[in-house]
């Protein structure tokens, strides 16, 4: 089943931790954010594939904006 990882705030993508079709793990980090110099990891809610980023390194995101598109098992 696909589903797509948001962002819950606005904030800046300061890493990206996986790339087109790498398999993760449940809870895995897949990227992190940058607000208010707080880190925010993005995690897998499921294991699963990545299927697309929707962002890359150094843009930024509001609330609801799409990060990651992921198929689930």
């Known amino acids: 089943m696909a589903e797509t ?3 819950d705030m606005g904030a800046n993508v300061w890493k990206i ?3 087109q079709g790498d398999r993760v793990e449940n809870e895995e980090p897949l990227m992190i954010l940058e607000a208010m ?3 925010i990891p993005i995690l897998a809610e499921e294991s699963g594939t990545v299927v697309a980023l929707r962002v890359a390194e150094g843009d930024s995101v509001a609330p609801g904006q799409a990060l990651v598109d992921f198929e689930t098992e």
Request: glycine share 0%.
């Open 5 to 7: 990882i948001q962002a």
């Open 17 to 19: 931790l996986v790339k």
């Open 37 to 39: 110099k707080m880190e």
